[in-house]
């Protein structure tokens, strides 16, 4: 006949201490997965607002370095019309800037981008530059005549809010 052996009090408390151990550790890598997830997910939102935001920005400036021809209508390139039409849509203004950081144009309302902007400079020198202040995308491109002249730029000035709320909306809901 075989003998069971009933397990003690003690013996008991140590597998539910060591089954609570084990559920704690999982639902904790579970959390930090989905937090890492997420901040992942946030980051390529960003990320992709940003790109579509450049490419608006470099579709403008590649067609103003190109030479003024303007049809007898007088209107734009239809692809830079589609550009600028997304600009507004994306609460996104737009300023082109000569070479000497004067501005030339803008859209409606468009804010003035303070004196030392760094990616105004650095388009200026010839670079595609964004930043991220304050709640705003920043890109500047610079407008190139021949493939190496420098004539001015392209300013976009993004509101960040769209992609926020978006995010807020994802997450928080």
Do not use: C
């Amino acid at each position: 006949m075989v003998a069971l052996i009933r397990p003690s009090h003690k013996t008991r408390a140590l597998h539910i201490q060591l089954s609570g151990t084990i559920l704690v550790t999982l639902a904790i890598g579970l959390g930090l997965l989905i937090v890492i997830a997420g901040a992942q997910m946030s980051d390529m939102s960003y990320t992709a607002f940003a790109h579509e935001q450049q490419n608006l920005a470099l579709i403008v400036a590649s067609t103003l370095g190109q030479p003024a021809e303007r049809p007898a209508n007088g209107m734009l390139q239809i692809d830079q019309q589609q550009a600028l039409a997304q600009v507004t849509q994306h609460n996104a203004f737009l300023s082109i800037f000569n070479r000497d950081g004067s501005r030339l144009a803008a859209t409606l309302n468009a804010p003035l981008p303070p004196a030392n902007a760094p990616e105004l400079s650095g388009a200026l020198r010839g670079q595609m530059v964004n930043q991220t202040r304050n709640g705003h995308l920043y890109i500047a491109v610079p407008i190139v005549h021949d493939s190496s002249l420098v004539i001015g730029a392209v300013w976009l000035d993004a509101s960040l809010e769209t992609v926020e709320a978006s995010l807020r909306e994802r997450w928080l809901i």
